[in-house]
């Protein structure tokens, strides 16, 4: 499987985790300067904004250790500019990891972290 796949893969399970769980997906691979917000979602009136980070293994640190302060710096800034071109200006909101590791071929593993990017450096 291929490294795109791989990560596709990985973000259509955390849409489907996300779904069974009660939030509403608002867009997908949203992209503007700063990068891409893998998905936005909304959970009763709050955004939230769900950095997607798949892996095979957990070596190496797993998913969760690959996001750095310049990454987390860049999803901040496009969270703020996907608020403003939405018009959802003065909303909560909050940034998310979800970490994925494949397991198997039809098999993944999920850790959800809330709130896993803070607002400020």
Same mark, same amino acid.
């Given at each position: 499987m291929t490294r795109a796949a791989l990560g596709l893969k990985g973000e259509q399970a955390a849409e489907r985790y996300l779904f069974q769980n009660g939030y509403r997906i608002l867009d997908r691979r949203?992209?503007?300067r700063f990068g891409e917000l893998d998905l936005v979602a909304q959970e009763g009136d709050e955004v939230v904004?769900?950095?997607?980070?798949?892996?095979?293994?957990t070596g190496y640190g797993g998913a969760a250790g690959a996001i750095?302060?310049?990454? !987390? @710096? %860049? +999803? $901040?800034?496009?969270?703020?500019?996907?608020?403003? !071109? @939405? %018009? +959802? $200006?003065?909303?909560?909101?909050?940034?998310d990891v979800i970490a994925v590791?494949?397991?198997?071929?039809?098999?993944?593993?999920?850790?959800?972290?809330?709130?896993?990017?803070?607002?400020?450096?």
């Open positions: 949203w992209n503007c904004f769900v950095e997607v980070k798949t892996r095979r293994s750095d302060w310049h990454k !987390a @710096r %860049r +999803l $901040r800034h496009a969270a703020y500019i996907y608020l403003h !071109a @939405r %018009r +959802l $200006r003065g909303r909560p909101f909050r940034i590791t494949q397991t198997g071929p039809e098999q993944a593993r999920l850790e959800h972290f809330k709130s896993a990017i803070g607002e400020v450096d």
